[in-house]
């Protein structure tokens, strides 16, 4: 049989001999469990995104689940959110009780559609959950002007600013996640962070549930302190990732000018960083599947939108993006050469393709 084809993945965790010792180091020392080092990367992550306090969870979706309860959501209250993210917010919502109530995102930016979100908004809605996508900050001020609180999800968009600001300095509540292939990672991992030391304290104490005075439910949600050894040691790093980020993106940009394919969008009024470099195309499954034949792996950023599975339409942008966005692969540990290989796939791929990008898929102006 002939040799199996080398594939470029989409996603792979940047982890050096660094990290390595971080880890071992705490392994060494017996505490496992959440100690000092988990202390400690609280404090280094509350001081990146200008935080007065944080609390790190064993996932995103931990962090997600506490910081609704500490904000009081719960049975009868909707949750607003982009139909375009991860099925994973919608667990959070449901773990409370709450209803999951979606809104389309912005065509150019895949974010949150602060216009189409204000027209869903009821007498029912408690909180609104903002996911930064691919790395683009969403846009914020619409969103912070309606007096509910504003959940800021940063898991793909560490480092990236918004009118000069950071993101996951705007909502009332910030969350990280820290997955084996987010921009910087501790296995799996989260953190939700936040200026109010009520929300934090109450998040603190329903984390875990040892040695306390009453029965109220608490969850078992805690960071290892190995994890966060590693965690303090990839965000020393950060920036070093986002630069070799940057410069791939660059590289992709400059590649892909002239071929058939949206680029990514770069409003005037925030920076990004590349988590992801999405591209739009006539059609993502097939071109992804044709891609993965030469080579490379290519992948459809977001699952299934969610208004699909709770039966809703009336997302047209969402739908299309679903149909059209393809990310390629982009991660520090990428060479130049491996990033070429992307393109050059890419382009044969295109160009095999019978139908092209129609003109309202061209790059957003």
Request: charged letters at 20%; a negative charge.
């Amino acid at each position: 049989m002939p040799p199996a084809r080398a594939v470029i993945r989409h996603s792979r965790p940047t982890i050096a001999a660094e990290d390595i010792a971080a880890v071992g180091t705490v392994l060494e020392t017996g505490q496992l469990a959440q100690g000092e080092h988990v202390r400690q990367f609280e404090d280094a992550m509350a001081a990146y995104l200008g935080r007065r306090g944080a609390v790190a969870t064993n996932s995103g979706t931990s962090a997600l689940h506490l910081a609704l309860l500490a904000l009081g959501v719960g049975p009868g209250d909707e949750v607003l959110m982009p139909s375009y993210t991860c099925v994973a917010v919608t667990n959070a919502v449901r773990y409370v009780g709450a209803t999951p109530a979606l809104a389309d995102i912005d065509p150019h930016t895949y974010n949150l559609d602060a216009g189409d979100a204000r027209r869903r908004l009821t007498a029912a809605t408690r909180a609104v959950i903002v996911p930064h996508m691919f790395g683009l900050p969403a846009d914020m001020d619409p969103l912070t002007e309606w007096g509910i609180p504003v959940i800021e999800d940063c898991a793909q968009t560490l480092g990236a600013t918004y009118r000069g600001r950071r993101v996951g300095g705007f909502g009332t509540v910030s969350i990280c996640s820290f997955y084996a292939t987010k921009l910087l990672t501790t296995g799996e991992g989260g953190m939700l962070l936040s200026d109010s030391d009520t929300l934090v304290r109450r998040a603190r104490d329903l984390r875990d549930y040892d040695d306390r005075a009453d029965a109220t439910l608490r969850y078992n949600y805690k960071m290892t302190d190995f994890q966060a050894a590693l965690g303090v040691s990839q965000l020393g790093r950060l920036p070093q990732f986002l630069a070799r980020r940057e410069a791939l993106a660059a590289r992709y940009e400059a590649a892909l000018r002239g071929l058939p394919v949206g680029l990514p969008a770069q409003p005037s009024d925030r920076t990004r960083i590349f988590y992801r470099y999405v591209v739009s195309v006539w059609n993502a499954p097939e071109t992804s599947a044709r891609l993965l034949a030469r080579g490379v792996e290519c992948k459809s950023p977001v699952g299934r939108p969610l208004h699909e599975y709770l039966g809703a339409d009336g997302f047209r942008h969402t739908e299309t993006a679903a149909r059209t966005a393809l990310s390629l692969p982009l991660y520090p540990l990428l060479s130049d050469d491996e990033s070429d290989t992307v393109v050059r796939a890419l382009e044969a791929t295109l160009a095999e393709q019978e139908d092209g990008l129609p003109s309202a898929l061209s790059t957003p102006s």
